[in-house]
């Protein structure tokens, strides 16, 4: 049996070279490597995200011409959504999921290697049409007809690749339920779970039910355009407004596939750090059930100045109201699990404090655009790009940053360096609203979204909004230098690295063996 | 040490895992087609 046991080990060290990255089927593996590509998308779409912040500095036109500059601002959507929040989390996933619930591996290695390979030649498809006649798409990442028609060779690269994100994306999600629901060590009940696992099921089944949704209908743009289908060709009997309709019944849930995960990781980092145990675990769970049902009835209130019946302008707003009332809980329950708690302020815990207010500001001015008579003015202005703003960067990728250092010790079986740490959180805690905040002020004077020039009105926010980009784009460079010098050398890190962390995952030596638990752990 | 539980690929699980792999498959397959269904019978 021994020998058995020796030989099956040997077969499944860690190959050599590049043979070890393309054929792995191993969780920590494909989890590194999500997050490296997550992290290079990250670059790169904070790149277009500079051209476009050089191009306001000033009006008038600097840098880019005006389709460049469209061009821009889709492709940073496209690449930022799909290509670095999202991988970011089912990389956070593939690597701890596993050892949170007490499983070797993740359910279905094979096709967890097929996930994540799909996605860097998607992302060569997408960024490649940088060299096509008439460039990337312009039409912004909504792709609505029948603007995104205009795009020139580049149209039916968009449409595979966004088939490819979405195929990856579902095999990523049906594998965590698998993981989730066949390899659980004995005992570990569902109510046992930690909150990240938890958030995870529950996007999982979103990102299944709302990215084929994606896929039908794109599909159904790419046979308007080359099929002589109608879908959404009004002189061929179709509707060009059916098509926001359906974009966003996937988009909706698509905002809260980017931001449950997140609160999961908040959730794992506030206990830690606060010393006592979550509060309220069950009503967090509830909670975020409920949001993922609303996430479903809400979808209209992207639109709300297309044109619809009252009631339907009513509804749409009344049921996103609703969504305050969940994630008011997850607030106040990570408030009250502070509350008389033994804290210190390490740096995972200062970027999931800065979550907390960050991301509570990016929900309230979702308040105010859910309201329909005040979406009126808000509508297209750069009101808008402030709030999802401050939900997408201070909310999901705040939390994934805290996610990196308060993991990366375990990682790597290495203490970052704390002090650089907290100057990259200050930095960005600082320059993110330096960034962000005046595009409300912008936006309510009335600046519109996704154009390169502006009233000299508007001169004085946009400079300001400037400045901090360029600071917060630059600040990142200090994580990219933390994460690297840490997976090289540093402190040892301990196995429990924290000393509140709870779970099993902290149970495992630092760095944790290739195969996380080669027997079933004992669950507390 | 049991060698089943080294990886899932041998592990007694396996059949379980493929079976709910291909039942959430189906259903995400349904929701794409189910986009198709709807504007077809969509008056």
Redesign the interface.
Known sequence: MADIALTHDQHHAPRGGLARWLFTTNHKDIGTLYLCFSGLMLLTGGSFAMVIRAELFQPGLQFVEPLTYNQMTTMHALVMIFGAIMPAFVGLANWMIPMMIGAPDMALPRLNNWSFWLLPFAFTLLLSTWFLPGGPPAGGWTMYPPLIFQTGAAFPFLIFAIHLMGISSVMGAINIITTVFNMRAPGMSFFKLPLFVWTWIITAFLLIAAMPVLAGVVTMLLTDKYFGTSFFNAAGGGDPVMFQHVFWFFGHPEVYIMILPAFGIVSQIVPTFARKPLFGYRSMIYAVVCIALLSFIVWAHHMFTVGMPLAGELFFMYSTILISVPTGVKVFNWVATMWRGSLSFETPMLWALAFIVLFSIGGFSGLMLGLAPVDFQYQDTYFVVAHFHYVLVTGALFAIIAAVYFWLPKWTGHMYNEGLGKLHFWLSAISVNVLFFPQHFLGLAGMPRRIPDYATQFAGWNMVSSIGGFVFGASQLIFLYLVISTVRSGAIASDQVWEGAQGLEWTLPSPPPYHSFTEAPDVP | ???A???????P?RR???R??LI??A???A??????AY?VL?P
Do not use: F, H, K, Q
């Not at chain 2, 539980?5 to 592990?11: E, F, G, H, N, Y």
């Not at chain 2, 929701?31 to 198709?36: D, E, P, Q, T, V």
């Open positions: 040490m049991n060698p539980a080294m990886t899932p690929s041998l592990d699980r379980t895992n493929v709910t792999a959430l498959a259903v995400a397959l929701c794409y087609l189910g986009i198709y504007y969509l």
